[in-house]
């Protein structure tokens, strides 16, 4: 079989962007992208009309995550990449302990491995396709895991761990809990009051681009982060916190719905009309179940189908936004990858670390439900022609 392949048009799904970020930004997004272009685009980040759009998504995720009492919502530029060194630079005093089971949580616990200022992380490790939360840990005053670890497919619970743990001098007693939730954030339910720091950019569930972070901060994390970086301005301190990976700055900023630099402006649009629209159709219920529906009948068509099965073998592990789909080593998953894009159906490949033949799937709150249908019946009829 070849990349020539023509599946009929019946068969298709109108939209065939399933990306597990950047993933699909939808029609209305653009739209009002395109209205904004003369008003908004190409002015001041520090004026009225593009502050009012920052201040609207940060009300829209008040709205949304239903924010307990003294949590703030920070921004700022980099992507979730950026606000690791922001945590290792501004939150973990110390020591923090991690829960590593796939690509991105990994990539946290390295950058703390690797800050010359604090001492080596506790790593907890699970095999790939499973999920394990760090453990108490005497001496750590961080803990830290993905809510949804996008390599893997891999949904872990968000709760506070509580158990032995020295705070350092001068800081609160309790360890900060910080929760990456940049695949999870609106299409996976959540309990911020669990959480410290529950941090995530915008390029899965909220349809946006990436390139710029957001977190929602507790009373504690806000205290930790002006605590640590006062002690890095005295004399004699080994830590250096720059402007860009501050996160007091940041949140100063945030406070006047602005970023400490530059933003993309267009990104703001597209986020605060997704964020709209989730909140107009009922809010993260809506969302995640949603996401749910079409997670659920990928799940269930791996179960059905004798040439693939779910990756993460744990039900109740499985993500409900990114789900991954082992194919029988007998078929050459790169082949249906390839007939798939030649007919419009794109970012649907297996995370390229894993090296497994498998698919993996975006089914965040813009991918219709019915289009996901629609993805599996493509995928039945390439391998019935391989």
Known sequence: MTNNLTIP????????RFGSGPSKIRHDQMSELSDEWKTILGTSHRQAPVKHIVAS?????????????????????????????????????????????????????????????????????SPMGTYTLPKP????????????????????PVRRIHGLQTAPEGLPESALTIVDGTSAAGAIEIDISQTDVYYFSPQKAFGSEGGIWFAILSPAAIERASQIEEAAKLDGATRWVPSFLSLTKALNNARKDQTLNTPAVGNFILMNNQIQWLNDNGGLAWSTARCSKSASLIYDWADRVPYAQPFVKDAESRSHSVATIDVDDMINVDQILGVLRQNGIVDVSGYRGLHRNQLRIGVFPSVEPRDVEALLNCVDYVVAHM
Not at 9 to 16: A, C, H, I, S
Not at 79 to 98: H, K, P, Q, V, Y
């Open 9 to 16: 048009e019946k068969l298709l799904p109108e939209d065939g």
């Open 137 to 156: 840990t005497e001496g750590v005053d961080a803990y830290c895991w993905a809510h949804n670890e996008t390599s893997t497919g891999v949904n872990a």
């Open 57 to 125: 998504i940060k009300d829209g995720l008040c709205e949304l995550f239903n924010l307990p009492d003294g949590y703030e919502i920070a921004l700022g530029n980099g992507g979730s990449t950026a606000f690791w060194d922001m945590a290792c630079a501004c939150l973990i005093s110390r020591r923090a302990a991690f829960g590593v089971y796939g690509s991105f949580t990994k990539k946290f616990a390295d950058c703390a491995a690797n800050a010359p200022f604090l001492e080596k992380p506790v790593v907890y490790e």
